[in-house]
């Protein structure tokens, strides 16, 4: 058993080869790794075979916080009472 479990290994040795094709074939490693090493991780989409590549390079731009900035055009009206943005 080796003495040196738990630490980083040499670049281009053979324990360092070893780590990297595990590291590189489990997404989820990636990812830990580069938040470690100080990078953003890429975002992997697993939507479908069929999303273009525009998507994908834009993917982290998108807002899903559902926040409108434009006004809506309709209200929304429950139980015979309208509700408003500006009541909540």
Do not use: C, H
């Given at each position: ?5 738990g ?39 697993t ?42």
């Open positions: 058993m080796s003495d040196n479990k630490t980083i290994p040499e670049t281009n040795t053979d324990r360092w080869k070893k780590n990297e094709k595990l590291i590189n074939q489990d997404p989820a490693l990636k990812r830990v790794r580069d938040i470690q090493q100080g990078f953003k991780p890429t975002s992997t989409i939507t479908g075979a069929d999303v273009s590549q525009q998507y994908k390079d834009n993917y982290d731009k998108i807002d899903f916080t559902g926040v409108r900035t434009e006004k809506k055009n309709y209200r929304v009206k429950i139980n015979g009472k309208y509700i408003d943005e500006e009541d909540s």
